[in-house]
């Protein structure tokens, strides 16, 4: 820490750098989502520029033969994979169409106008409603791109660029916020800082890599069992496996939707809905366990409470992100107490 | 004139820097490093100053590494001696034990004038393995080095002593009465 004046001044610095991030979580929500998410991303990948670091490169060209790569991939993903995309957005704008379907919504349709009668859907015609349906769900998918387009350019742009400078300094931003703690917790801080560090890039790393695993688990599964869009809905599932509980069953929903209005066939649902419960039993059973960090155990009202409260807050983004930072400030306090009993401070 | 030229050309160039390399250089620690090996090593010290009567740690506290004086002095008690074991200067070096094996501190330093120290830890020095291990390996070969010299030196005070209490147990040759002739 530098002379007393210094130091005072650059631990108001900090705490009002802190303070403007809480005012920003309210006044800008989108700024705060921007961050955490590229901080949360850059903490994941940290290993794999350390690892080229381990060739004899210096950070800086480490982390820029990493964004090469990485922007190669994702360039090559996205060329394949929007042409994809695109023809299934037309294919669901355009609705439901072929025989099999039909024939499944009339038989739909007879039994709901039959039992459900007393409800007042004795005339309802299933057909028209279904189209509605998907013509608004489609219609509200693209007019969120459009609305949302600016925005999905910003982030485009600027998740990466945070990325690149969070890989390439965050070690130097780690070292500048502990300078400015006070000597006399100077030795503990750093301490707590690095356990923290190492149980919360475990436990992001392996949530990070049981979604990945479960994404492609997913895409092979449903690729075997023939169901139309399978990539997409893969990934979907994957990335909807981050939040407990409500995940499995989301990233289950589009592949039941789509075998449903594709083929019509009841069959194939079931096959769709074994394959889904089976690579969750798989999933809970074997790859978590495996994979995620022991250490952080989250209780389920815990889960749940943050997954509503980070719905409400951020929206999706927000379920998605709730359960890694539950687990960050988790972290941060099972680590605080541990370490204040270690060095117990006493008056001087 | 000539100051204000010298002054002029290094505006701006950070003239602690090679000093404090050599200061580095100094320790026995990063003696045999090349200038770019020193570099990584600043990189990851934490400058710290502390004011006369501060405590940089306490006896007992868990141990995260070692510190380096670059100005100041630094006065080392114990428990047992509160009268202070030892004082360091520029340049000296504390605290070393712990960058191995993370033990408890064995004694108190406190700043006896206003000091500005370095702090090189454990958790830097994984990590300089992790991604750097030529340059970790020599580190901790260094460190190795000195603990074994230390503990020869140990060894041999050890024997001394036990030379020095065996000699003390044996009972004193009879002193022989000197005989006076009768004349």
Redesign the interface.
């Known amino acids: 820490?530098?002379?007393?004046q210094t130091?005072r001044l650059n631990r108001w610095l900090v705490i009002s750098g802190f303070g403007f991030f809480a005012l920003l979580m309210f006044t800008a929500p989108g700024v705060v989502k921007m961050v955490v998410l590229s901080a949360l991303l850059a903490y994941i990948f940290d290993p794999l520029v350390?690892a080229i670091?381990?060739r004899?490169l210096g950070r800086t060209a480490s982390t820029c033969i990493f964004f090469l790569f990485v922007t190669s991939a994702c360039w090559i993903l996205f060329l394949l994979v929007s042409p994809l995309v695109m023809a299934q957005l037309e294919a669901l704008r355009t609705g439901v169409s072929t025989e099999q379907t039909a024939g499944f919504i009339l038989r739909l349709q007879a039994v709901v106008r039959k039992n459900f009668a007393f409800l007042g859907l004795g005339n309802v015609d299933l057909a028209e409603r279904i189209q509605e349906i998907g013509i608004s769900a489609s219609g509200k998918i693209i007019d969120f791109i459009v609305e949302e387009g600016p925005t999905l350019v910003v982030y485009a742009v600027a998740v990466p660029f945070m990325i690149f400078f969070l890989l390439k300094d965050g070690?130097e931003i780690k070292?500048a916020l502990?300078?400015v703690v006070p000597?006399?917790y100077?030795?503990f801080s750093?301490?707590l800082a690095?356990k923290m560090d190492v149980q919360l890039g475990n436990y992001l790393r392996s949530q990070f890599l049981d979604a990945v695993t479960f994404g492609v688990l997913s895409t092979i599964a449903l690729w075997i069992l023939g169901v139309k869009y399978f990539l997409v809905i893969g990934l979907f599932a994957g990335l909807a496996n981050l939040i407990p509980y409500v995940g499995p069953v989301a990233g289950a929903l589009p592949a039941i939707a789509v075998c449903l209005f594709d083929t019509g066939d009841i069959t194939k649902v079931f096959q769709v809905v074994l394959a889904f419960v089976a690579l969750k039993l798989l999933d809970d059973s074997v790859i978590q366990p495996t994979l995620v960090a022991k250490g952080v155990n989250l209780h389920p009202l815990l889960v749940l409470l943050a997954i509503i409260i980070g719905g409400e807050m951020f929206g999706i983004l927000g379920m998605i992100l709730a359960v890694p930072a539950t687990g960050f400030v988790k972290v941060v306090f099972q680590e605080s107490l541990v370490t204040l009993k270690?060095?117990g401070f006493?008056e001087? | 004139m000539n100051a204000t030229i010298t002054t002029l050309m290094h505006f701006g160039k950070r003239d602690k820097k090679p000093r404090f390399r050599d200061t580095l250089r100094s320790i026995p620690i990063f003696a045999d490093l090349t200038r770019r090996e020193l570099a990584a090593i600043e990189r990851i010290l934490h400058k710290r100053e502390y004011e006369p009567g501060e405590r940089i740690f306490h006896q007992d506290d868990p141990g995260l590494g070692m510190y380096i004086i670059e100005s100041g002095r630094i006065g080392i008690e114990t428990d047992d001696a509160p009268d202070n074991v030892g004082d360091l200067g520029d340049g000296e070096f504390f605290g070393e034990l712990p960058l191995l094996d993370g033990g408890p501190r064995s004694a108190t330093a406190m700043a006896k004038t206003p000091c500005r120290i370095y702090g090189f830890f454990q958790p830097d020095l994984f990590s300089l393995i992790e991604r750097n291990p030529h340059l970790g390996v020599k580190i901790v070969l260094s460190l190795a080095s000195i603990i074994s010299s230390r503990l020869r030196a140990a060894n041999e005070r050890v024997e001394e002593m036990r030379r020095l209490l065996e000699a003390s147990k044996k009972p004193a040759p009879p002193v022989r009465k000197k005989r006076t002739s009768r004349r």
């Open positions: 820490m530098n002379n007393p130091a350390t670091e381990l004899g070690r070292k502990i300078s000597n006399k100077f030795e750093l301490d690095y270690k060095y006493r001087d």
